[in-house]
């Protein structure tokens, strides 16, 4: 399993040439996954995803605040 994460202005998803998903500034997550990965590696990684610090702090040091704090 890969995840790669990157801080968006806006991102949408589109399936045969067709939207179904957007979002405005926020978080892209881009998941790849294999037919050996267990639920145990899912858990791992979103576990590891909501932890990642992206965004500055209220006194705007870069880096201090996870999504749940954003």
């Not at 050996?36 to 870069?62: H, M, T, V, Y």
Request: contains cysteine.
């Amino acid at each position: 399993m890969r995840i790669v994460i990157q801080r968006v202005k806006s991102a949408s998803v589109t399936v045969d040439q067709k939207q179904v998903s957007a979002i405005g500034p926020g978080t892209l997550a881009l998941v790849g996954l294999h037919h050996e990965d267990s639920e145990s590696d899912l858990q791992f990684c979103a576990s590891r995803l909501l932890k990642i610090k992206l965004w500055e702090n209220d006194n705007g040091a870069p880096w201090r605040q996870h999504i749940k704090q954003k």
